[in-house]
T-cell receptor, first 115, second 118 residues
Framework: KAGVTQTPRYLIKTRGQQVTLSCSPI?????VSWYQQTPGQGLQFLFE???????NKGNFPGRFSGRQFSNSRSEMNVSTLELGDSALYLC??????????????FGPGTRLTVL | GNSVTQMEGPVTLSEEAFLTINCTYT??????LFWYVQYPGEGLQLLLK?????DKGSNKGFEATYRKETTSFHLEKGSVQVSDSAVYFC?????????????????FGQGTILTVHP
């Protein structure tokens, strides 16, 4: 079974631009979660989607948004990029159950550099 | 809220040495606990997990036991290899509460860098 895929793997943007990142989950997984990883803040939860609905959101400004399609693929968008948005963006997929045992599997990440 | 604390790193060991990376957590209810590993330039790979107290997760020679009384989930390996050099993250997930604030959310520790020398 194929793993979680993310595209593109690397992106370079300038301040003020916007960017869209894509994530394809493992077949049969209906939940996609997004995380931001930086050296200073570590791994921080952005949001989670299940069946095209955002179920949970972390403490990020409204410039960060996402969506999920009927095939469970997800995209996240960052508008008006700032230098501090430079990070590795990871998505993870899972079956999406409400119990704590639901296990997340991660993609390779998209490395975003904002100049 | 939930939190995970890992031992300070980095950790440097010689090949075949014994490894322990400490992890303690704070959470309400009965969370599940995970160890993920990240190799340079890659995403996170699930190493092992435990879903209830006294469960032992194991994989590739790594082990961790869910200790509710000490709120700990320490990672151990009896004999490390150079190929184990990576960053290790302890994480927890909570059962979704009525407010839905736990949906799809893993809480991570800060990560521990492990370097193994030949």
């Amino acid at each position: 079974k194929a793993g979680v895929t993310q595209t593109p793997r690397y992106l370079i943007k300038t301040r003020g631009q916007q960017v869209t990142l894509s994530c394809s989950p493992i077949s049969g997984h209906r939940s996609v979660s997004w995380y931001q990883q930086t050296p200073g803040q570590g791994l921080q939860f952005l949001f989670e989607y299940f069946s095209e609905t955002q179920r949970n959101k972390g403490n990020f400004p409204g410039r960060f948004s996402g969506r999920q399609f009927s095939n469970s693929r997800s995209e996240m968008n960052v508008s008006t990029l700032e230098l501090g948005d430079s990070a590795l963006y990871l998505c993870a997929s899972s079956l999406g159950g409400t119990g704590s045992t639901d296990t997340q599997y991660f993609g390779p990440g998209t490395r975003l550099t904002v100049l | 809220g939930n939190s995970v604390t890992q031992m300070e790193g980095p950790v440097t060991l010689s090949e075949e040495a014994f490894l322990t990376i400490n992890c303690t957590y704070t959470a309400t209810g009965y969370p599940s606990l995970f160890w993920y590993v990240q190799y340079p330039g890659e995403g996170l790979q699930l190493l092992l997990k435990a879903t209830k107290a006294d469960d032992k997760g194991s994989n590739k020679g790594f082990e961790a036991t869910y200790r509710k009384e000490t709120t700990s989930f320490h990672l151990e390996k009896g004999s490390v290899q150079v190929s184990d050099s990576a960053v290790y993250f302890c994480a927890l997930s909570s059962k979704t509460n009525a407010g839905g604030t736990s949906y799809g959310k893993l809480t991570f520790g800060q990560g521990t860098i492990l370097t193994v020398h030949p």
